[in-house]
């Protein structure tokens, strides 16, 4: 597998960072549940996929967290405001991480048990664990932070390509 370079992110950093953004994104339809109970072609058709899109981010998360580790000295470097930018990469990934372990505590704390892609891995108990599921109260706090924190993300990476009109966009881009 090809490394990072510091001018050029590999297909394989390219490829975790572009799918998880496309899955990330559809975890967020999760908002939709907000809107007429759920009663909509989003709640319908992708809202019932959030436990399994989940539980898939939480594996992806922990591989690119270690391919991230080993990779950290042939990256590109930020130009600017370098400890801003490593402040906010680090809370993308602890919320990547931190969504599917409350999300996971929600469904066990409330004896709801856990359903992935069809398996079921813990069987339903229908008893309640107060300190898991005060854990899981987390999941929603979480997921609001992460909304915004990719709002900032993407209006940073928009500001890069069309203001300073730099590289930073396009060797995400793979061009
Ligand atoms: C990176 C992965 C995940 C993201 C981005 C995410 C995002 C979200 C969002 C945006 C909401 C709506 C919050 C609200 O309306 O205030 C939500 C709710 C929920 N999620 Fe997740 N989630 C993820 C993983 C999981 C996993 C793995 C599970 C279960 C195993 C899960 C279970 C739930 C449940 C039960 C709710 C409704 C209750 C609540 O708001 O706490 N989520 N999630
Ligand atoms: C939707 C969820 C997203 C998450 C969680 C996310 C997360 C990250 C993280 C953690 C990095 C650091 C490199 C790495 O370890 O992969 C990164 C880099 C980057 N992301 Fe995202 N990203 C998301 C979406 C987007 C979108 C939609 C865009 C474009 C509009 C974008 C543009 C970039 C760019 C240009 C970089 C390179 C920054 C640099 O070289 O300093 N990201 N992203």
């Keep these: 597998m090809r490394n990072d370079t510091p001018s050029h992110y590999s297909g394989t950093t390219r490829f975790l960072h572009w799918a998880m953004s496309l899955l990330i994104i559809l975890q967020f339809m999760k908002l939709g549940d907000r809107i007429n109970d759920g009663e909509h072609w989003v709640g319908q058709n992708i809202v019932p996929w959030h436990i399994s899109v989940g539980a898939l981010i939480f594996v ?41 372990i409350t999300g996971i505590c929600t469904m066990l704390g409330g004896g709801y048990g856990l359903t992935v892609f069809g398996i079921n891995l813990v069987a339903e108990t229908e008893v309640e664990i107060p300190w898991l599921a005060a854990i899981g109260n987390l999941h929603s706090y979480i997921a609001w932070t992460f909304v915004a924190l990719v709002i900032g993300h993407i209006a940073a990476a928009l500001f890069h390509h069309f203001v300073r009109r730099d590289r930073t966009l396009r060797r995400m881009l793979g061009s």
Excluded: D, I, K, S
């Design 60 to 100: 992806l998360a922990l591989l690119r967290l270690w391919w991230a580790l080993r990779q950290r000295p042939h990256r590109p470097q930020p130009e600017a405001m370098p400890a801003l930018v490593r402040l906010g990469h680090n809370l993308l990934y602890a919320c990547m991480l931190l969504l599917p």
